[in-house]
């Protein structure tokens, strides 16, 4: 069945170091990838996209990475702050069989950052 | 801009009990989706609602419904409630509930059963 898992349940970063979230996908219909970050108590917020037919995304502070080949997307965050600090998320929402949007999520990484 | 709203933000219900939780989607968002999500996991999808019609329903039992009103916002019923029914209840909203728009989260109501 479809299943979007990550490898690293949890993260320690110093501030300033670079994070990368790794993150495996099992559907190969998948064509839309999202990021999210959750803070204790709040709902996810949406940080970056991609879409299949791309291999790389910017944002600011943020990259995803996605590798098509191994089913393996990552998300990098450049200059980690404290307030980066959270769970996050890699969700896949295909389209194969359906054109209405359903979110898999994995199960999430918490990224610590530590002044 | 105000983002996806829910209500109420807490609630503790008691075994066999009934709930209704509600959710208002951003302004121009025609599609509403509810997630659930237990403590030390990932949400995971239950219902989306586009125009009023359910267009997409999740491994959940009958015991869950929704709607979907003319002004879009939404309600998630859960009836003959279980102790398992304690979580974070996650309304999301779209413009058009496609598979490739992003899916923006509210704060979610937290539901405890006891």
């Known amino acids: 069945g479809e299943s979007v898992g990550l490898h690293l349940p949890t993260l320690s970063v110093q501030e300033g170091d670079n994070s990368i979230i790794n993150c495996a996908y099992s559907n190969s219909a998948s064509d839309y990838f999202i990021w999210y970050k959750q803070e204790s108590g709040k709902g996810p917020q949406f940080i970056i996209d991609i879409r299949s037919n791309m291999d790389k995304r910017q944002g600011q502070r943020v990259t995803v990475l996605l590798n098509k080949t191994v089913k393996h997307l990552s998300l990098q965050i450049a200059a980690t702050q404290p307030g980066d600090s959270a769970v996050y998320f890699c969700a896949e929402n295909s389209a194969g069989g359906t054109s209405y949007g359903k979110l898999t999520f994995g199960q999430g990484t918490i990224l610590t950052v530590h002044p | 801009d105000a983002g996806v709203t829910q209500s109420p933000t807490h609630l503790i219900k008691t075994r066999g009990q009934q709930v209704t939780l509600r959710c208002s989607p951003i302004?121009?968002?025609?599609?509403v989706s509810w997630y659930q999500q237990v403590l030390g996991q990932g949400p995971q999808f239950i219902f989306q609602y586009y125009e009023k019609e359910e267009r997409g329903r999740g491994n959940f039992p009958d015991r869950f419904s929704a709607r979907q009103f003319p002004n879009y916002s939404s309600e998630l019923n859960v009836n003959a409630l279980l102790l398992g029914d304690s979580a974070l209840y996650l309304c999301?909203?779209?413009?058009?509930?496609?598979?490739?728009?992003?899916?923006?989260f509210g704060p979610g109501t937290r539901l405890l059963v006891l």
């Open positions: 999301a909203s779209s413009p058009g509930g496609l598979a490739w728009e992003t899916q923006y």
């Open positions: 302004s121009g968002h025609k599609s």
